[in-house]
Structures are given as structure tokens and as C-alpha cells.
């Protein structure tokens, strides 16, 4: 199985800050990577797939890279409503796992 | 734009079979796509489940596999989980949601299962 590892697993920023997070996959997953936006007590939404392909609606101050075994999303200017948890998931093999999550919190 | 709904109890017992459906409304299941399930333990992560096209082909979590079953009802829609022998460690919201180009672009709004006597 591959797995999935982000970093940081918290962080903290203010609005207007640029945000980085990483997630690395065990083995090469081409550019199968997705992102998804989680807030509390509703269901993922996806940003970002094929590494760094924005989904349809999602702002532009996000954007993502990466190919192989390292991808980063990138919030180019933190707004309020971007304070969420986000999560990588790889659609490259079976399982298709995600990883552990990064919750973006206020500072 | 496609919808997905599930439904199902929201209390199993433990040793039972959970089991849940996931209509499809605003779109046929028969398109080319897979469809998921994946389930949030409160307070962590996402794990995902399976998958099944609308042919009936599934794939499941290797870790979960002698568990699942996921089934596709192409006359209603809507595809459904079970998964036997649940313990408390299945408790979680368990989210159905649409494969678009290797994406899972259409998600239900899930739905809280607890295990418990």
C-alpha cells in the first residue's frame, strides 16, 4: 500500500499569510494527487487534482505542485474562510489513501 | 450537478452489520465513473473504503476488504455499504462520493454511525 505523510500536521497563520503544505507518498504516484478542503462538520471539497489542476470555483490564491513522491498546496494570501483542515489523497493505486490531514488555524 | 444523499441507522450494535445507501440524484449511476465510500472516525482523519463502477467491478481498502461489501442498484440509482462484524472502532461518519478522473469531485454530507449496545 502507499502511504501518505503531510507536514505540518497543525499550523498556525494569519490572514494574509502564504501557507505551504507538503505531502509525500511512500512510492511514485506520477501526479495522481488530489486536495481536499475539510471544515468542521462538513464533507471534504475537493481544490486541487492531478497535482495542480485547480477544480472548477475554487480561488486562484491556491495552488498546488509536484510530481513522483512530493507535492505541495500552496494559499497564496490566508483568508478567514480558509481556515480549515486539508487533506492529499493519491488516486494512483488501490487503496487510495489519504493522508493524516493539516488543520489551518487562526493565529 | 449530481447530488448523493445517504441514509441508513444511525446505531448498530457491535458484532452487527452496518449497512448504508447512497442516492444518486441529477445524474446516472451508469455514467463512466466509479463510486466510493469513505468514513471520518470523530475527531481524525479520512480513510477510504472502496469503490464500485457501475458494472458492478469493485475495489476495496485492503485493511477493511474481508469486511465490505458494496453493491450497485442501477434500477434506483443509489449503490450501498455493508460492513459486517462492526466493533466501536467503526464508529464514524461515513461519506459517499463520486470518482471524476481519478478525483472525488461530489460528495454526500455524510452520515454518523455509532456502534454501541
Known amino acids: 500500500d502507499i502511504q501518505m505523510t503531510q507536514s505540518p500536521s497543525s499550523l498556525s497563520a494569519s490572514v494574509g499569510d502564504r501557507v505551504t503544505i507538503t505531502c509525500r507518498a511512500s512510492q511514485s504516484i506520477s501526479r495522481y494527487l488530489n486536495w481536499y478542503q475539510q471544515k468542521p462538520g462538513k464533507a471534504p471539497k475537493l481544490l486541487m487534482y492531478a497535482a495542480s489542476s485547480l477544480q472548477s470555483g475554487v480561488p486562484s490564491r491556491f495552488s498546488g505542485s509536484g510530481s513522483g513522491t512530493d507535492f505541495t498546496l500552496t494559499i497564496s494570501s490566508l483568508q478567514p474562510e480558509d481556515f480549515a483542515t486539508y487533506y492529499c489523497q493519491q488516486s494512483y493505486s488501490i487503496p487510495r489513501a489519504f493522508g493524516q490531514g493539516t488543520k489551518v488555524e487562526i493565529k | 450537478q449530481v447530488q448523493l444523499q445517504e441514509s441508513g441507522p444511525g446505531l448498530v450494535k457491535p458484532s452487527g452489520t452496518l449497512s448504508l445507501t447512497c442516492a444518486v440524484s441529477g445524474g446516472s449511476i451508469n455514467n463512466n465513473t466509479w463510486w466510493n465510500w469513505v468514513r471520518q472516525p470523530p475527531g481524525k482523519g479520512l480513510e477510504w473504503i472502496g469503490e464500485i463502477y457501475h458494472s458492478g467491478s469493485t475495489n476495496y481498502n485492503p485493511s477493511l476488504k474481508s469486511r465490505v461489501t458494496i453493491l450497485v442498484d442501477k434500477s434506483k440509482n443509489q449503490f450501498s455499504l455493508k460492513l459486517s462484524s462492526v466493533t466501536a472502532a467503526d464508529t464514524a461518519v461515513y461519506y459517499c462520493?463520486?470518482?471524476?478522473?481519478?478525483?472525488?469531485?461530489?460528495w454526500g454530507q455524510g452520515t454518523l454511525v455509532t456502534v454501541s449496545s
Open positions: 462520493a463520486r470518482t471524476k478522473l481519478w478525483r472525488l469531485d461530489s
